[in-house]
C-alpha cells in the first residue's frame, strides 16, 4: 500500500517487535542473477544518509554497505540464478531470491516490510511498502546491499565473458549490451526468456 514517511513511521510503531527491510535488484537486466537483501536495523545505531540505492552515487554506496554490514543487527543476502529466472519467470525469481535472503538472517524479525508490491514467502507477517527503498531505512539498506552486491557478480562475470561488458552495464539492456549480443550471440549467463536475449538467438 501507498504511505507517507509519518504513516509508515506510525505503522511501525503500532506494530510489535523487531522488523526486516527487503528489497531486490536486478529484475531488468538481460543478463546475471536477481539478488535480494534483507536487513534489521539496530535502532540505537543510526545510518546516515541511507536511501534508495539508485539514487547513491558508487562511493557512497560503498561507505552505506560497509556501514551497514558493521553496525545493522542482522543482514544476508539471497539469489535466484538465470536458470531459475528462466524456470520461474523473473517475478516469481525475485519473490524467491527475497525469501532466501530472509531464510539466511541470523535473527528471525517479528515482521517483514517488502519495497514494491507484492510480498515473498516468510514465517511472519510481510507488508509490501509501494517506494520503499524511499520510506523505510531498512529497506534503503536492503537495496544498498542487494545492489552492490549484484554488481560485485556481474564485474566476476565480465572478467569470464569480457566481451559483452557486464562490467560497465551490469547487464542491463543498453546500446553497448545489445551491440554485443548481436556480434557474439547468448552467453550462458544471459535470460533467455528475456525477449531480447530470444531475438538474439535467431
Not at 560503498?62 to 556501514?67: A, D, K, T, V
Not at 530472509?102 to 514467502?121: H, I, M, Q, S, W
Not at 510481510?126 to 557478480?153: H, T
Amino acid at each position: 500500500m501507498y504511505y507517507t514517511k509519518d504513516q509508515i513511521r506510525t505503522f511501525i510503531d503500532q506494530q510489535q517487535g523487531s522488523y526486516a527491510g527487503v528489497d531486490e535488484a536486478g529484475r531488468g537486466p538481460l543478463a546475471g542473477p536477481v539478488v535480494a537483501a534483507a536487513v534489521i536495523l539496530d535502532p540505537e545505531y543510526r545510518i546516515q544518509g541511507l536511501a534508495d540505492s539508485k539514487k547513491l552515487t558508487e562511493k557512497k554506496r560503498i561507505h552505506l554497505e560497509n556501514e551497514i554490514r558493521q553496525h545493522a543487527t542482522a543482514w544476508a543476502i539471497g539469489r535466484a540464478d538465470v536458470e531459475e529466472i528462466d524456470s520461474l519467470n523473473i517475478l516469481r525469481a525475485s519473490m524467491l531470491a527475497m525469501s532466501r535472503a530472509l531464510t539466511a538472517l541470523e535473527c528471525a524479525p517479528d515482521f517483514v516490510l517488502v519495497d514494491g508490491n507484492k510480498v515473498p514467502e516468510c514465517n511472519c507477517s510481510v507488508y509490501p511498502v509501494i517506494k520503499g527503498d524511499q520510506l523505510v531505512d531498512a529497506i534503503s539498506a536492503a537495496s544498498i546491499l542487494a545492489k552492490q552486491e549484484r554488481d560485485r557478480e556481474l564485474c566476476s562475470l565480465h572478467e569470464r565473458y569480457p566481451e559483452y561488458g557486464f562490467a560497465k552495464h551490469k547487464g542491463y539492456p543498453t546500446r553497448m549490451h545489445m551491440e554485443a549480443l548481436d556480434k557474439y550471440g547468448v552467453s550462458p549467463v544471459h535470460r533467455l526468456s528475456f525477449a531480447p536475449v530470444r531475438r538474439a538467438q535467431k
